[in-house]
């Protein structure tokens, strides 16, 4: 007996032995082949940083006390200070008292939000709408839109079809559309010797561009130049679209914004849709709502009837579901709150007039102070243009010098923030403008 004792404990202590060397060498795998996985992460380079938010982060970094921020796409007062909108805090301020919860948005988003969203864009009156032809959901504000659109069309455009983007645009167009798979080609937009709109070049682009392609058109307050068509040179470019069966993506980001009249500033979209484009329309309602953080947008495709707008809006929830699921809901029930009440709305307005008004005040000034400093250059371009900002035509050098020697930010290719500009910091700025500019030539060569 005491010699199987003796067997049965020998035994356990092979077993014990032959369980932590397993348990080692499962240790030795795990980490062997831990390392294994990590290495990849060895290779992966560093990204370039974004151009403009990297400005915006020099220019908090700057020490200098007089530093001039005309960088950042956001409203300022005429304090320089950020401004919410008295009819969205009053709009905050009835959901609190109502206690709205905090549940998930479906899929597509805030229902009563879509709806006034489509309302303020087409107008109450549009056919599509009338028709219950356009298909809508809610996004992530506009740059979630534009990115949807994009895979949409990349899931139902013919393989190898173009994207085309206005010469300059707004820079994150172009890695949208390159992510889902297109090739990105630039039409003429700005011409760069006058600072203004170069219509022939634009056209002329359309007629040669493939059959089919897909065209991004600014529908106010074109980003980065301000430099928008007249609604006889819109029509030009409907007509220039509809003969090459152009694919239309309207952005509109400044609706209201651009000039204080919501109605003007969706005219190129009304036509649009009367000449029949199967457009898409990417909203955003951070600039014209001031809702930068709450990131609230829609994206809707008008139709040919109610039925394809179905499968159509059915589609789009396929994208946005293994996306993001559903889009956050505070800044979509701000936006619905205000557009629903007639009171309200009819306040926002006003104030949305009066952001317009200030930047134009500002675009008058910054002209007549440069003037006043004798400059050789025709800078009629600041009070032609439109919107949050301003195309000066200055070169990289001149806005290098902007930065270095008097702590003025901006981006590279001269786009200037009007929200930026105040009347405490205008003469500044146009004096250190005119300074730069001077002995240079302003615009292209």
């Not at 380079?45 to 020099?58: H, K, R």
Request: glycine fraction near 8%.
């Amino acid at each position: 007996e005491k010699l199987r004792q003796g067997r049965r404990g020998r035994c356990a202590q092979v077993q014990q032995k032959e369980q932590k060397t397993m348990a080692a060498a499962r240790l030795t795998l795990l980490i062997c082949g831990g390392a294994s996985a990590m290495s990849y992460l060895k290779q992966v380079p560093q990204g370039a940083p974004d151009l403009i938010l990297g400005v915006a982060q020099a220019f908090r970094e700057s020490p200098a006390p007089n530093k001039v921020n005309l960088v950042i796409g956001a409203y300022r007062d005429g304090k320089g200070k950020p401004w919410v909108l008295p009819s969205v805090r009053t709009a905050e301020s009835r959901l609190v008292e109502r206690g709205e919860v905090k549940e998930y948005a479906g899929i597509a988003g805030i229902p009563t939000f879509v709806e006034r969203a489509l309302e303020f864009a087409y107008g109450k009156d549009c056919p599509a709408l009338v028709e219950k032809r356009v298909a809508a959901v809610q996004t992530l504000s506009g740059t979630g839109a534009c990115r949807i659109a994009a895979d949409f069309y990349s899931k139902f455009l013919p393989k190898g079809t173009v994207a085309y983007v206005s010469d300059p645009t707004w820079p994150n167009h172009i890695p949208i559309f390159q992510q889902a798979g297109f090739e990105v080609r630039k039409y003429r937009y700005l011409d760069r010797k006058t600072n203004r709109l170069d219509l022939d070049g634009m056209l002329a682009d359309i007629a040669d561009a493939p059959e089919g392609s897909i065209f991004v058109m600014h529908a106010c307050a074109h980003n980065p130049t301000g430099v928008d068509p007249t609604p006889e040179q819109w029509k030009k470019i409907s007509e220039a679209l509809t003969a090459r069966d152009a694919k239309v993506l309207v952005d509109m980001a400044y609706q209201g914004f651009a000039s204080g009249d919501a109605e003007a500033d969706n005219a190129a979209l009304r036509l649009l849709v009367a000449d029949g484009h199967p457009l898409l329309l990417a909203q955003s309602f951070a600039k014209n709502f001031g809702l930068y953080g709450e990131r609230v947008g829609a994206l809707s495709v008008v139709c040919e009837d109610a039925a394809e707008a179905a499968r159509v809006s059915s589609q789009l929830k396929l994208i946005i579901r293994p996306m993001y699921s559903s889009p956050p809901i505070h800044g979509a029930m701000l936006v619905a709150e205000v557009l629903g009440d007639e009171n309200l709305c009819a306040q926002y307005y006003k104030e949305c007039e009066s952001m317009a008004a200030r930047i134009k005040k500002m675009r008058t000034l910054l002209r007549e102070k440069i003037e006043a400093e004798q400059s050789p250059h025709d800078w009629s371009h600041i009070t032609d243009q439109i919107g949050m900002f301003a195309f000066t035509g200055m070169c990289p050098q001149a806005v290098a010098e902007l930065t270095s020697d008097h702590a003025i930010f901006l981006t590279a290719d001269g786009r200037i923030s009007m929200a930026g500009i105040n009347e405490d910091n205008v003469g500044y700025v146009a004096s250190a403008m005119n300074k730069v500019t001077a002995e240079r030539k302003l615009g292209a060569n």
